[in-house]
């Protein structure tokens, strides 16, 4: 039984003196998980797994159980598994207080999936911002291997070998998907692949890899160790657990905080426990779910909003990577996307030109209206572009590019028809 | 910082096993230990050997990926994150502060080779906005007089290892 509101992912992160010690790991229950997997049945393990229901932490919310699964009956071998820590959406730094505070846990987490999937080698896949981080991760690696945990033979089972490898990022958003990322370790360009074949089957060097977030590996040893009944109880029905939520932007306590999913959105965003309300002396105006690559909520529309999955996606938002970007009534929408834009125009990796091109183009008609020279017939431009960049694109990037997008012009449209020029007449079609 | 001569970067790469799979924390080793912060083509090439790839991987590699440079770069490279959480807490505050205390332009290098400022995507220190990043050191939450006090400090040789 766990309590609901006690940290469960943050308790060693808050509590743990040197984060990198195996033995001071174990006084917080380190590798009791590990140990439950060991003498389980591997479907019950599976079971307990699905029962947990733990949705993707890295943001596509997809029941890791279900995945599992799939690997498992992934014909081929070797099997790899793969730590996505290329934390790179903005609003996001979870992924950070876990690698660097409680690394050993994500060690476990992998440790479990090479027990279960019969794998020999891990990579854990580390954002080139986090070159400090990479080097307290070689220690907890270097003292896991030490202690027995790593390695040959581990806990005294036969053929039970595994090792991680740290590899580093340089700066690439896209290397954040999952097939960008293991094209990146296998010392390609990191762009994605063109899917499927699912990763499960054919993945780093084309053999059955499983890819997940730094969060859902650190939330594998918790299952495990407690039951997946128990886990799903610190969550909702559909989906459970306890999230990690970056708040940040014009918001009183910017921060990290541990909050179980089915929590109301107004509790996360101005009890003093969690936000606090706004930091600045104005009104909150919208939300920013999930990073840059989510969609936007208008503070005022919240009011009965759940924060977990069915709740957000009720109101059209998602969890994403768990990143909340508050900001307050003095940011235009227009002066926002535009940003978001940019970003989006800096990280395209080019591969396919519906993002490529297209990450340009609404960049373009977003500074438009901006600079108020937009003209009749823009905002359907602009709408067509998007349905263009979403539905053409390879990858998730290109596929999510709009999300923001779409709820800024839904929620402000008269932000958008003020950036109209006054003076510009209707453009004509020209028939061919 | 002196330049590493020819055995130090064959460390590095041993220290990586000569292992292609991490051509990124060999580079970004290489690159933070150089004088100028940036991979020169006789690293390039050395890399490329003791890696066994061709050379225009590496200079694929070093192209694609934006920590990654090809250029020398000054002292010190201020990176002020861009991104919608810094960029709308402060973050146009520390452009502007920059480019009056600097005097010059966004990427452009001050006339002594000292100071170039740019604009990055999220550093992941969205919770200490506005923030500069100056190699593997974040300084967060700033204000006009603090970034001018890290210019003078920077200036007066405070930061040894940056």
Redesign the interface.
Known sequence: MLERNQPVLLERVYNMTNAVDVEEYKKFKGFEGLANAISMDNEAILDELDIAHLRGRGGAAYPLGKKWRHMYHSKGTPKYIVCNADEGEPGTFKDKALLEKDPLSVIEGMLIAGYLFKAQTGYIYMRGEYRQIQKIFQQAIDNATKAGYLGENILGIQGFNFKILVISGAGAYVCGENSALLNSIEGKTGRPRVKPPHLADVGLYLKPTLVNNVESYAGIPVILREGGQAFLDLGSEDGGGTKLVCLSGHIKNRGLFEVNLGTPLYELIFSEKYGGGSSTSNPLKFIHFGGQSGPIGAVDELEDCIYSYEGLWDKGLSVGSGAVVVMDNQVSMIDYLVNVAEFFVHESCGKCTPCRLGTTRLMELLKKFQEKRAQIGDIERLEKMMTHVTHLSACGLGQSVANSMKSGLKLYPEEFLAGIGKEVRKLEEVSW | MASLNLAEKEAIILEHESD??????I??ELQ?RSEEGYIDEETAKLVADR?H?SEA?VY??LT?????KTKPQPTYVLKVC????C???GGTMVMEVLENTLGVPVDEPTEDGMFMYNK??????????PVI?IK?TVFGNLTEESIIQLLDDLRAGHYENL
């Open positions: 292609p799979q991490r051509i990124l924390n580079l970004l933070f890696l790839l991987r694929e590699i694609y990926y934006a920590i990654l861009n991104s919608s959480p960029h709308f807490s990055i995507p999220c550093v992941g220190a969205c919770d200490s906005s990043k593997d």
